[in-house]
């Protein structure tokens, strides 16, 4: 078996504290490595060397330090076949959906090329006699990340990017479940030319979270993972005083309206809510078709598609999705199907029995399909993250749109329709922070920012986009003035500029 390390100071670290996390190959079910799990004083090495590398990163130029965004663009690139294997083999994605989690990182990493132009300040010549206003941002210093199993290259990178290119050093705890790529990610950084210390990688779990949140030295945390841990370390984080942005889960619906092309509807929803096996945050977990004849279509056309789904390995190129990234993910998923069934919605497609031949013990499930779901049962309640599609299946528009605005979650959502008006309104109305109409997955491309509203997302600002490099800043506003010919004595009152 494989021993993984931390990645601290430039250098990989075997763990001291002598508590490990098994590390499977989902498709197997085999454990084939081990990660270290941080203990308090684990993290304290990283603080410390991040304390002692980030002034002196702050102080380079900006230009200087987007070069190193340029270079490691490049590495990337050229790492991201190799890359795409060892996160296939720890999550069970396919190699394609793997080469896109690292393209989309790549994505944030070119964004922030353009840091320099993106941390321009503001200023006012003449605010006031012989006065100028200006201000800057400038790096919080240390910030941290803490991240889920389903993304392992993109969202490391959707944080450390925007952090590093603003002057910050920054410490990584990536999932526990898939800690290979995000050390890879470190050894780029290095190669790149980032000097040591400013990006590190402590491996961890809840002891090392909570750590995170108590440090005195760290001054923001940006975490992304299921709801009640997000809620958690943001209520932690902040009553640490900390700047804190932390992302929860999701319960994405796709509203059908009668004029949409069903066979796009229906080619979109296999895509969102099967790629993955459903273990994407922006998964279409739910759909509403409006009408019962749309229903009655869409679900003709559904099926057999879910049941020609090809379901296998990441080896097989080609599997549609893989397993499960955990026998807990698996068991956790059967489940909320049980109860599906017991609280009486139609399971259509049932992909419970599925096994693979020559992978039994992989923690595969096959496709499901549940119609005549309705708000009340639990498996339209919770984020099932897995391979179900839920329908639920509306007489109107507003009985349609109803249903997402009233859900606790607001990642995601999607509207299928020819009529405009129908979608605008759609658009307007929604209290979702992602919208696609006509798209399924609506993830914001590296240059807008992407988050969601109500239990998806605490706190204020988004990740990447020009929302990440507020989060990685501080603004400081200086009034200057040089009094030349300007006479005055003491001021007792607020000075105003008239
Ligand atoms: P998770 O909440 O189990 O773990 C996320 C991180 O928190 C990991 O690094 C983990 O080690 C740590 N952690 C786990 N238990 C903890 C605890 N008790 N205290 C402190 N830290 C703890 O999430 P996951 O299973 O890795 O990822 C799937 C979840 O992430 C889904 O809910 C999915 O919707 C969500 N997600 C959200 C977004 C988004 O942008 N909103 C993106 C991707 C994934």
Same mark, same amino acid.
């Given at each position: 078996?494989?021993?993984?390390? +931390?990645?601290?100071? $430039?250098? @990989? @670290?075997?763990?001291?504290?002598?508590?490990?996390?098994?590390?499977?190959?989902?498709?197997?079910? &085999?454990?084939?490595?081990?990660?270290?799990?941080?203990?308090?004083?684990?993290?304290?090495? #990283?603080?410390?060397?991040?304390?002692?590398?980030?002034?002196?990163?702050? #102080?380079?130029?900006?230009? *200087?330090?987007?070069?190193?965004?340029?270079?490691? %663009? #490049?590495?990337?690139?050229?790492?991201?076949? #190799?890359?795409?294997?060892?996160?296939?083999?720890? +999550?069970?994605?396919?190699?394609?959906?793997?080469?896109?989690?690292? /393209?989309?990182?790549?994505?944030?990493?070119?964004?922030?090329?353009?840091?320099? +132009?993106?941390?321009?300040?503001?200023?006012?010549?003449?605010?006031?006699?012989?006065?100028?206003?200006?201000?800057?941002? /400038?790096?919080?210093?240390?910030?941290?990340?803490?991240?889920?199993?389903?993304?392992?290259?993109?969202?490391?990178?959707?944080?450390?990017?925007?952090?590093?290119?603003?002057?910050?050093?920054?410490?990584?705890?990536?999932?526990?479940?898939?800690?290979?790529?995000?050390?890879?990610?470190? &050894?780029?950084?290095?190669?790149?030319?980032?000097?040591?210390?400013?990006? /590190?990688?402590? /491996?961890?779990?809840?002891?090392?979270?909570?750590?995170?949140?108590? @440090?005195?030295?760290? $001054?923001?945390?940006?975490?992304?993972?299921?709801?009640?841990?997000?809620?958690?370390?943001?209520?932690?984080?902040?009553?640490?005083? *900390?700047?804190?942005?932390?992302?929860?889960?999701?319960?994405? @619906?796709?509203?059908?309206?009668?004029?949409?092309?069903?066979?796009? %509807?229906?080619?979109?929803?296999?895509?969102? $809510?099967?790629?993955?096996?459903?273990?994407?945050?922006?998964?279409?977990?739910?759909a509403v078709p409006v009408g019962q004849e749309t229903a009655d279509k869409l679900i003709d056309k559904l099926k057999p598609r879910i049941e020609e789904l090809h379901v296998g390995p990441y080896t097989d190129e080609k599997a549609d999705f893989g397993p499960l990234v955990t026998a807990a993910a698996k068991e956790k998923v059967l489940g909320l199907i049980e109860t599906g069934v017991a609280d009486g919605a139609k399971l259509v497609v049932d992909g419970r029995g599925f096994s693979h031949q020559g992978y039994e013990d992989g923690f595969f499930v096959g496709g499901c399909l549940f119609d005549d779901v309705t708000p009340d049962m639990e498996i339209y309640k919770t984020e099932i993250f897995g391979p179900v599609l839920s329908v639920v299946r509306a007489k109107t528009y507003e009985e349609a749109i109803d249903l997402p605005m009233k859900h606790e979650y607001g990642n995601g959502v999607s509207i299928y329709t020819r009529d405009g008006d129908a979608a605008r309104d759609f658009a307007n109305r929604i209290n979702i922070g992602m919208v696609g109409v006509n798209v399924p997955i609506p993830v914001p491309l590296a240059y807008h920012s992407f988050g969601g509203w109500k239990a998806s997302s605490f706190g204020d600002l988004n990740q990447h986009g020009t929302d990440s490099i507020r989060f990685w800043t501080r603004v400081k506003t200086v009034t200057a003035r040089w009094p030349s010919g300007v006479k005055d004595g003491a001021e007792f009152s607020i000075p105003v500029m008239n």
């Open positions: 078996m494989l021993d993984l390390t +931390h990645y601290i100071d $430039g250098e @990989h @670290h075997e763990g001291s504290s002598g508590r490990f996390a098994e590390v499977f190959n989902p498709a197997t079910g &085999e454990i084939e490595k081990r990660t270290p799990l941080a203990s308090a004083s684990e993290l304290d090495r #990283a603080v410390a060397a991040a304390k002692a590398a980030q002034p002196e990163w702050a #102080a380079a130029n900006p230009q *200087k330090r987007a070069r190193v965004f340029i270079k490691l %663009a #490049a590495l990337l690139e050229e790492n991201k076949a #190799a890359m795409a294997e060892d996160l296939s083999r720890e +999550h069970g994605k396919t190699i394609e959906d793997s080469k896109g989690d690292i /393209q989309r990182g790549l994505e944030v990493v070119e964004f922030v090329i353009a840091a320099p +132009h993106l941390l321009k300040g503001e200023f006012t010549e003449g605010a006031g006699p012989g006065i100028d206003m200006y201000s800057m941002r /400038q790096p919080v210093g240390i910030g941290a990340g803490i991240t889920p199993f389903n993304f392992p290259a993109m969202i490391p990178l959707w944080m450390a990017a925007p952090a590093i290119a603003c002057g910050n050093a920054f410490i990584l705890k990536p999932s526990e479940r898939d800690p290979s790529v995000p050390l890879r990610i470190a &050894e780029l950084f290095e190669e790149a030319g980032l000097p040591k210390g400013i990006f /590190q990688v402590v /491996q961890g779990d809840k002891e090392t979270v909570e750590a995170i949140c108590a @440090h005195p030295e760290i $001054g923001a945390i940006s975490f992304v993972g299921s709801t009640p841990i997000a809620r958690s370390v943001y209520a932690n984080a902040t009553a640490n005083g *900390k700047r804190a942005q932390c992302f929860g889960g999701a319960k994405n @619906h796709m509203v059908i309206m009668p004029d949409a092309d069903l066979d796009q %509807a229906a080619d979109a929803l296999i895509g969102a $809510g099967y790629g993955s096996a459903g273990e994407r945050c922006m998964a279409i977990s739910v």
